[in-house]
């Protein structure tokens, strides 16, 4: 099976940007959760979906979005774009609350 | 929020040698796994053990729980240059969310 994409794998956007990121899951995984990784701050969960519902939500503001579409693709979208916005996301798709399979990663650096 | 303490932060040894990172968590969970980051990548799932469980293998990793104590601990022996990475730990929290470590780096010298 092909493992979890990520795209874009790189990202430069100014202050104010807006930003979308998308993630596949791997074929037959149904839920799909998305991380901020900064250095020194571990994963943070940004959210969780499974079959199109947002399940859980972490502590980030509203400007953070998310959705999952029927074939369980999903996106995230970030609006007014901060410095410390500046972050590896990852995405990470599973079949129940165990195994994770995550993607390569979005590196995004707003200037 | 981050549940998982992993302890070292960073740890660095000879390759050949055993490297021991630690992990601990403050409520009870069903299941706890560990994940391994290489530089700037996504995480590789490396091994989970349930909670009654008290230790699991898998190639040169071993790892140990012990529930009374909220603690694992990993074990990679005979450590080699491609084993330089961070670790992280995670337990299985409320609302179908993994809880994550602040992970361990690892570096292995030649």
């Known amino acids: 099976k092909a493992g979890v994409t990520q795209t874009p794998r790189y990202l430069i956007k100014t202050r104010g940007q807006q930003v979308t990121l998308s993630c596949s899951p791997i074929?037959?995984?149904?839920?799909v959760s998305w991380y901020q990784q900064t250095p020194g701050q571990g994963l943070q969960f940004l959210f969780e979906?499974?079959?199109?519902?947002?399940?859980n939500k972490g502590n980030f503001p509203g400007r953070f979005s998310g959705r999952q579409f029927s074939n369980s693709r999903s996106e995230m979208n970030v609006s007014t774009l901060e410095l410390g916005d500046s972050a590896l996301y990852l995405c990470?798709?599973?079949?129940?609350?165990?195994?994770?399979?995550f993607g390569p990663g979005t590196r995004l650096l707003v200037l | 929020s981050q549940q998982g303490e992993e302890d070292p932060q960073a740890l660095s040894i000879q390759e050949g040698e055993n490297a021991t990172m630690n992990c601990s968590y403050k409520?009870?969970?069903?299941?706890l796994q560990w994940y391994r980051q290489n530089s700037g990548r996504g995480l590789v799932h490396l091994i989970l053990?349930?909670?009654n469980e008290r230790e699991k293998h898998s190639g040169r990793l071993r790892v140990t729980l012990d529930t009374s104590k909220k603690s694992s601990s990993l074990l990679i022996t005979a450590s080699r240059a491609a084993d330089t990475a961070s670790y992280f730990c995670?337990?299985?929290?409320?609302?179908?969310?993994?809880?994550w470590g602040a992970g361990t780096k690892l570096i292995i010298k030649p």
């Open positions: 074929s037959g995984h149904r839920s």
């Open positions: 995670a337990t299985d929290g409320s609302n179908y969310q993994l809880i």
């Open positions: 409520t009870s969970i069903n299941n």
């Open positions: 053990i349930r909670s």
């Open positions: 979906y499974f079959s199109e519902t947002q399940r």
């Open positions: 990470a798709s599973s079949i129940r609350q165990e195994t994770q399979y």
